[in-house]
């Protein structure tokens, strides 16, 4: 079979070329880092990629939500917590002023300042926090509760997303914790207080006694309440965390290059074009015709 | 039979081998030439006999071809050309869906049904309500810049189509003046060779352009059909048209002697321009009805939550996009509806009127839309119609990748069989030119002593 010269130099051209190629893919890698480096790289891999991509997209969404969630979980679970030490006082002064000794003038005393407990009540009933009053449900605009004990809240359910299918009502409802849905009416009972010791009646400072300690149960409820919600939210955290690690893991695996394999393969590839080149020198160096 | 017949056959010789130096040394000047074939001196011995002196005639210098291995190779070179027209074009899109450096439309599309998540959140946070609408933007943004470069493309290429059947109809011109100096020249007995390999240049540039099948008749005259469609009969050129059928796609129009065009579409299997016609009309028009698609779902699923819930202002029924009441350009025409532009308390997070302004149900609703398989016809999730888009795109352009180094792998082994036959050898040359040297060496030996015979013969007549 003729070889002609054009052969010879298609040969070494188009091997040139192959290599070049590989040489620039390898290069791509090893500088980049990533393997898939376009759609067509790996078709299949860049749309796997592409919703591992939205799952760690949405996972930083619903950690946001959680971090929003908690802020204000820990808002209220402080102020249900000084609430809590509140009726702890109430009923400490609602035991004294049952006690038979007490002058007239103590019980006065001690009225003015469960009506002082009181208005502090009302304010940490009506605490803000970054989205609106703590307390109100979705009313987040409004005062939840008039100095009269009112309530102008409600108790819708407030959803958040913190996975994937995994909703969670993070409201703190405050009709449960303040008003007599929970079980009592504080602000009721602590009135009922302060007008049974302004009055110096022992026997209706006696007859409190009972809600205070149901609205003290109320209020630690509800503190709980937040606090299993801080714990739910930590949980959905924690598996948000671990389920991120592998979707990264797996992004990775799938879209990032071997970085010593791409380094190996550019090492092979430069050493190729060398001999590749050295053997089209030779061929060309050949001469038939001596001058 | 005597000496001065010898001085003849010798002449003759001479001037024989004298040629075939002379061919070699147009083979050898020629070895880069493009689209040179190789020349070959035949020589045919003259009669010898009574009356006949005989020698050598250099009959011929002819160009040595194989019109079947020509033929092949304007075959590979077209389809190689085709391939590559594709796998170029379609760089550009598989470019647009690359979110390796940064998010485009699909990292768009996460982030917008995050922000309605972390809307839900925080209903009653401007900067939170002002982010969504953002990413709401952002997202028909993004959506709408790609059906646009998609679209943009598929309007270069119908000019790049005019441009190619222009340079085609250019070239079957020049051949078809070729045609008539070869026929010329050959009527007044050249062999016209260097003609010829002109002929065959562009012959090859036009197969690059469009396939095309090169008939020879026993006269030596040449018929080129491109795409099925006679384009060069002898000296007569007709012209390829570009025009757009009703829906839009390309069609070949082919000049016809006589009669009305002809859509010589169905014929077109090569070339650049069936590159381009297959980009155009086939992988285009898939993306950019997938975009649609993966739009118009989006979209209508969104906007008939959004529609459901209440913006701050107590006010529902209002749409989240605008996007076109079809399918066809729903992804050029997305766009934040323009009650919503500037307003982003009219986001509908919640899902009634006495939950605002903390009611974050509707927001949550429309985050969850991204799990909801709302696309492909209520068979994916956004997410999952967005990656089969980004792996069909992927292989597309991946196919077309392995397709043009086929093609081109082909048309390398066609070039080289082509060579085989047409191409100049230089080592082959090297023998010839010894091989006619030694010849015309022995050619004047003969001369010599022909001249020494006759030269005794007359001194001795002389005495």
């Known amino acids: 079979m003729r070889v002609p010269d054009s052969a010879n130099y298609s040969a070494i051209s188009a091997n040139l070329a192959s290599l070049t190629a590989r040489h620039a893919k390898a290069a791509a890698e090893v500088s980049s880092g990533y393997r898939v480096t376009s759609p067509s790289t790996d078709p299949r891999a860049a749309a796997e990629i592409a919703k591992l991509r939205h799952a760690v997209s949405r996972a930083e969404g619903f950690r946001s939500n959680i971090g929003a969630a908690r802020g204000d979980a820990e808002l209220a679970e402080g102020v249900l917590s000084e609430a809590s030490a509140l009726f702890e006082r109430a009923q400490e002064l609602a035991v004294q002023g049952a006690n038979g000794t007490l002058s007239a003038s103590e019980r006065a005393s001690m009225a003015i300042e469960i009506s002082g407990l009181r208005d502090q009540l009302v304010s940490m009933a009506n605490t803000r926090g970054p989205n609106g009053f703590l307390f109100s449900g979705s009313a987040t605009d409004t005062v939840p509760f008039a100095n009269t004990g009112a309530f102008a809240g409600n108790s819708d359910p407030h959803n958040v997303e913190l996975g994937t299918n995994h909703v969670v009502n993070v409201a703190i409802d405050g009709a449960k914790a303040f008003t007599a849905a929970g079980g009592v009416n504080p602000f009721d009972v602590l009135d009922a207080l302060a007008t049974a010791l302004s009055t110096n009646d022992q026997a209706a400072v006696i007859a409190t006694l009972d809600n205070i300690r149901n609205a003290h149960s109320q209020i630690v409820r509800s503190r709980a309440d937040a606090g299993l919600l801080l714990d739910r939210l930590s949980i959905s955290e924690s598996a948000l965390d671990q389920g991120d690690v592998a979707l990264k893991t797996r992004k990775a695996v799938l879209g990032e290059a071997d970085a010593s394999e791409a380094m190996s393969e550019l090492v092979s590839v430069q050493n190729a074009i060398e001999q590749s080149l050295a053997v089209a020198k030779r061929n060309l160096s050949l001469r038939r015709f001596e001058p | ?463």
């Open chain 2, 1 to 463: 039979m005597g000496l001065f017949s010898i001085l003849y056959t010798s002449r003759d010789a001479l001037q024989a081998h004298s040629r075939g130096l002379q061919t070699t040394g147009q083979n050898i000047a020629n070895v880069n030439t493009p689209g040179y074939a190789r020349r070959a001196v035949i020589l045919e011995p003259r009669p010898y006999g009574p009356g006949a002196y005989g020698g050598v005639d250099a009959v011929e210098v002819r160009r040595i071809t194989d019109r079947f291995l020509e033929q092949r190779y304007f075959d590979k070179s077209g389809l190689s050309s085709s391939a590559n027209e594709r796998d170029q074009q379609l760089a550009q899109i598989d470019g647009l869906f690359d979110e390796t450096l940064g998010a485009r439309m699909g990292g768009a599309m996460d982030q917008f049904f995050t922000s309605f998540s972390t809307l839900a959140a925080r209903p009653n946070d401007p900067t939170t309500r002002a982010q969504a609408l953002a990413s709401a933007d952002v997202f028909a943004a993004q959506v709408r810049d790609t059906a646009n470069t998609v679209a943009t493309l598929r309007t270069d290429l119908a000019t790049q189509a005019s441009s190619v059947v222009k340079v085609v109809n250019d070239l079957a011109t020049n051949i078809a003046k070729i045609n008539q100096q070869i026929e010329a020249a050959e009527n007044a007995g050249s062999d016209a060779v260097d003609l010829k390999d002109q002929r065959n240049t562009l012959l090859q540039q036009l197969s690059e352009k469009v396939n095309i099948n090169v008939i020879t008749a026993e006269s030596g005259r040449i018929t080129v059909q491109a795409a099925g469609a006679t384009l060069i009969d002898g000296d007569v050129a007709r012209a390829l048209g570009i025009d757009v059928d009703s829906n839009g796609a390309l069609k070949l129009m082919a000049q016809r002697s006589g009669g009305p065009a002809m859509d010589a579409t169905s014929g077109l299997s090569g070339g650049t321009l069936d590159g381009i016609f297959q980009v155009r009309d086939s992988d285009l028009t898939t993306i950019a009805t997938r975009l649609d698609n993966f739009a118009y779902d989006i979209a209508t699923a969104v906007n008939t939550q959004h529609a459901a819930g209440f913006g701050l202002d107590g006010i529902n029924g209002r749409n989240l996009f605008s996007v076109s009441p079809t399918v066809a350009g729903a992804a050029r025409s997305l766009s934040i509806d323009a009650q919503l532009v500037g307003h982003p308390e009219r986001l509908a997070a919640s899902s009634s009127a006495a939950a605002l302004p903390g009611g974050a149900d509707n927001a949550l609703s429309i985050s969850k839309i991204s799990a909801q398989a709302v696309s492909g016809g209520g068979t994916r999730t956004p997410a999952e119609d967005f990656a089969a888009l980004l792996g069909q795109v992927g292989q597309l352009k991946a196919g077309a990748a392995s397709t043009a180094a086929t093609q081109e792998a082909l048309k390398a082994q066609a070039k080289d069989l082509r060579e085989t036959v047409s191409g100049v050898s230089l080592d082959e040359e090297m023998i010839s030119l010894t091989q006619y040297q030694r010849a015309y060496e022995a050619s004047t030996k003969v001369l010599q002593t022909v001249d020494q015979l006759l030269d005794e013969l007359i001194q001795r007549l002389g005495r």
